[in-house]
């Protein structure tokens, strides 16, 4: 009996130095990420579109700025389409506009072309202008125009809005990631091809369709990360089969979704069935 208690008091403060070690790790990491990401935040000036003050640039991006701010409304009406529901505050939208993607970086902590905070959405145009000028984007078809980023993050700040910071991290990461994909035209999904993605999910490298959030990731299987544009393409591709299958049930599943209603809840009310036998039926459907 001593013996056991023992090992039992052994074990237990086996789990308190791992625990310990653990919160002294991510303690230093945020404190090190956070360190450039603090004074980018201090020390950067943003100059402000005079024709429409949602829009903040860095010098040398006033051209591309304003060929933006003709557009703006238009990007947003496609969000409020696409979506089924208009912005809460479309006055609240904030557009920030990099010309050097290292800065852009330090600020967002983001390496993607574009990223969303809750009410502020990011984009790094000097590395999407140098994307698209590439000898590879003029021959193939690259998604992430500034455009096409532009809808992708509106999509994340369209649900955010919605449904607040901690409700919008209740729904799981695979489907706001695959809805910006889909409504931005696969923006974010870089040139993942349909085939590649199709074989990666038969042979088992696949998201798991979880119906809510896992922490603050997403869980997957097999050779394939959370938050690439691999993860994204199979993400589209699921969300577009569960439009297709039934239109009239999306919309009401996105509606609600939208009007904070529990994610795993909606897709019985409409399909008839969860979505773990949704993503059965997808895979079959392949
Ligand atoms: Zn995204």
Not at 88 to 94: A, L, N
Not at 245 to 272: H, M, T
Request: net charge positive; proline share 2%.
């Amino acid at each position: 009996m001593i013996r056991i208690d023992r090992i039992m008091i052994k074990s237990q403060s086996y789990k308190v130095r791992k625990f310990v070690v653990r919160i002294f790790t991510l303690i230093s990491f945020v404190f090190l990420l956070s360190c450039s990401t603090v004074h980018a935040h201090l020390t950067y000036d943003f100059n402000v579109d005079l024709k429409d003050r949602r829009l903040l640039f860095e010098d040398g991006a006033e051209k591309k700025v304003s060929e933006i701010s003709e557009k703006l409304e238009s990007y947003i009406k496609k969000i409020e389409t696409l979506h089924f529901s208009n912005f809460k505050e479309p006055s609240e939208i904030r557009l920030y506009f990099f010309e050097d993607h290292l800065r852009y970086s330090k600020f967002t902590t983001s390496s993607a072309h574009g990223s969303a905070a809750f009410k502020k959405a990011f984009i790094s145009l000097s590395s999407i202008i140098k994307r698209q000028s590439s000898d590879l984007c003029k021959n193939e078809d690259c998604p992430e125009t500034v455009e096409g980023v532009l809808l992708h993050e509106l999509s994340h700040l369209h649900l955010r809005q919605h449904l607040g910071l901690l409700r919008s991290y209740s729904v799981p990461k695979w489907f706001h990631e695959g809805l910006a994909t889909s409504v931005s035209g696969g923006a974010g999904a870089g040139r993942v091809s349909l085939e590649g993605s199709k074989r990666r999910i038969l042979s088992g490298s696949h998201f798991i369709p979880a119906d809510k959030r896992i922490r603050f990731g997403s869980k997957t299987v097999g050779k394939i990360y959370s938050g690439t544009y691999r993860f994204n393409h199979q993400a589209q591709m699921f969300v577009e089969y569960l439009k297709s299958r039934n239109p009239a049930a999306f919309q009401k599943a996105l509606v609600d979704i939208v009007g904070g209603k529990k994610f795993r809840a909606v897709w019985e009310s409409y399909y008839g069935v969860n979505i773990s036998t949704l993503w059965v039926d997808f895979t079959a459907s392949l």
